[in-house]
């Protein structure tokens, strides 16, 4: 017998939007692998400037502990526990979460006072943004120390739901900082595990080269049986939920600066987008109004709001949206009413910002007429040509 298919309860959430995008499942998929990894690592760029670095990564490594938690929740009911009581119940937990991400995870010990898990594969580096090379190796070395957060949260749910050992965490290789390391190695231990025994040996394998012309979440996915309708969904509602997340963390702690530092944050797009939208759309120098339309549309849809081009008859044309996945993700989360009130405020300084990336800011405006952050029915752009 076939093996059931696992699918997400936001599958339908995720196909209502890769339909109003024009997008399939495992291109949306794989898009949304790449923005939620890009974007994590575009906040800790934002953040460090802005807040120094010692805040900067403590906030960064709070949007980790939001997620760990949600995943540790996840992982309790994906598993049908109602309490964890001991480490080999973490530790299946803890595989359960890094499956999640996705990465493969092998638990390759798990003792009632041991557990090792090696991470042979991780979607983060591997879907991270191309970037300069010493702030992408400065922001991996971050992401090691991170991975202690997120595991330190872990194990404070566990704690409420009748975890009493204290768990030592160790990181003995990681693929972010070990460039040469073939598995990251996660070792849980309780105070009772012998930290003299020798760890289980790490294969020497690279699994980046085994993928071949494959898409390298598709073959992972293989790995751990599992398919796109169990996995796609997360990494999508994950973007918004990242975002969201990190909004959050300047809104409780730099309140002061929280809308100057999440606009920054935002800035970092167009200049990305913009030069891809001209190379995909085969646009060179932009003329009419249809061009300046298909370039914020393109820029709306890098960041999954889909919006269709409705032209009048007075010289200029409206964009509209019946759907936005921030303002939706940010319900499903509980959002404060703050957090609308600034996705108007970015939706409309990003498509400033993509104007004039394009240099069109001299030649066109686009305004918000309507806002379903605001509470509308939908979201509409008007373009006009400036006389």
């Known amino acids: 017998m076939a093996a059931q298919k696992v699918v997400s309860p936001f599958l339908p959430f995720m196909e209502k939007h890769a339909k109003a995008l024009k997008m399939n499942l495992k291109d949306l998929t794989v898009a949304s692998l790449r923005s939620l990894f890009g974007h994590v690592y575009y906040i800790w760029r934002t953040f460090k400037p802005a807040l120094g670095e010692e805040d900067g990564l403590k906030y960064y490594g709070n949007v980790w502990a939001a997620l760990a938690q949600m995943s540790f929740q996840g992982a309790m009911q994906k598993l049908g526990l109602k309490e964890v009581k001991d480490l080999p119940t973490f530790g299946r937990i803890v595989e359960d979460c890094f499956i999640g991400v996705p990465a493969l995870y092998v638990t390759r010990r798990s003792t009632k006072n041991e557990h090792v898990g090696h991470v042979l594969w991780c979607a983060n580096p591997a879907y991270g943004p191309a970037d300069n090379t010493y702030k992408r190796h400065d922001y991996y070395r971050q992401e ?116 100057e530092v999440y606009m920054k944050l935002w800035q970092t797009f167009p200049p990305l987008w913009v030069k891809d939208a001209k190379l995909d759309l085969e646009i060179g120098k932009i003329k009419t109004i249809k061009d300046v339309a298909n370039i914020i549309i393109y ?38 009413a703050g957090y609308n009130q600034t996705l108007a405020k970015m939706d409309q300084d990003f498509v400033n910002n993509v104007l004039k990336v394009a240099k069109l800011d001299k030649i066109a405006t686009a305004t918000f007429s309507s806002h379903l952050a605001k509470g509308a029915k939908t979201s509409e752009i008007t373009i006009k040509m400036r006389k």
Request: aromatic letters at 10%; a neutral charge; hydrophobic letters at 40%.
């Open 144 to 259: 090691v120390y991170l991975t202690y957060i997120y595991l330190w949260a872990l194990i404070e749910e566990a704690k409420k739901v009748g975890l009493k050992e204290d768990i030592l965490v160790e990181l003995p290789s990681g693929r972010c900082r070990d460039g040469a390391a073939c598995a990251c190695q996660i070792v849980l231990r309780t105070r009772d595990a012998d930290p003299a025994r020798p760890l289980p040996e790490v294969e020497n394998r690279f699994l980046d080269l085994e993928t071949g012309e494959q898409e390298p979440v598709l073959y992972v996915l293989k790995k751990q049986k599992r398919t796109l309708e169990e996995q796609g969904p997360g990494s999508f509602l994950g973007f918004f939920a990242v975002d969201f997340l990190a909004w959050l963390q300047l809104n409780i702690y730099v309140k002061g600066k929280a809308q």
């Open 299 to 336: 820029c709306q849809k890098k960041k999954y709001n889909a919006y269709t081009l409705s032209p009048t008859s007075n010289g200029s044309a409206t964009l509209v949206s019946g759907v936005d996945p921030f303002v939706e993700v940010g319900a499903m989360l509980q959002a404060p």
